[in-house]
């Protein structure tokens, strides 16, 4: 099987990034992490790369030339398939347009709720029943392109936003190998 060279987008603890390096390393997983960029030189995930030798790149997305930086990095690693995994920084258009269908994200909400920052505090807050987790193309708006796959639970009157968070992430470390090999199947 050809696997996928990809490149996952991080910035912070990089406990996805973990996950689908470890799913990677199975020879009947589609995806090959052939690069790991962060905007955060301080992100936790980076001691993943560093463990696994995979090429990473911490850019500084604060600085005007730093989406030239990244196509640059794409095209030297003959990146073919990019994986967001805690990336806090929306994609520009030009990288997004040139990824179509070919750029997933993962996000702490059943999207279309909750799109954006501070999901947990706005689910418990608005007294839902269930939330979950959605794998989702990325488009041009944020959280938004089509849905993958979903993983749902239903909430405990006990839950708070450190339970919440522990819920949704052992769902998100099942759904996003899941949609990447569902992606992959019939290609
Ligand atoms: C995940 O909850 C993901 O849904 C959101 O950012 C978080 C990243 O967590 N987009 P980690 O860095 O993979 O641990």
Not at 36 to 59: C, E, F
Not at 68 to 84: A, Q
Request: charge should be positive.
């Amino acid at each position: 099987m050809v696997k996928r060279k990809t490149c996952v987008f991080i910035s912070g603890q990089g406990s996805n990034l973990k996950n689908l390096i470890t799913h990677s390393r199975d020879n009947s997983f589609p995806i090959k992490i052939s690069l790991i960029i962060s905007n955060n030189k301080n992100a936790n995930g980076i001691k993943y790369a560093k463990y696994y030798k995979i090429p990473y790149k911490y850019i500084n997305s604060k600085l005007k030339n730093s989406e030239r930086e990244i196509l640059l990095l794409l095209k030297t690693y003959n990146i073919t398939f990019i994986c967001l995994a805690g990336y806090m920084k929306i994609i520009s258009n030009k990288i997004v347009n040139g990824f179509k269908k070919k750029i997933i994200n993962i996000h702490p909400s059943l999207l279309p709720k909750f799109k954006g920052l501070n999901t947990f505090e706005r689910v418990l807050k608005s007294n839902e029943k269930k939330t979950g987790c959605t794998v989702h193309y990325v488009n041009n708006k944020l959280d938004d392109g089509s849905m993958i796959i979903k993983k749902i639970f239903y909430l405990k009157s006990k839950d708070n936003e450190i339970t919440l968070k522990q819920k949704t992430q052992k769902l998100e470390h099942r759904a996003y190998p899941e949609a990447i090999i569902k992606i992959f199947r019939y290609r």
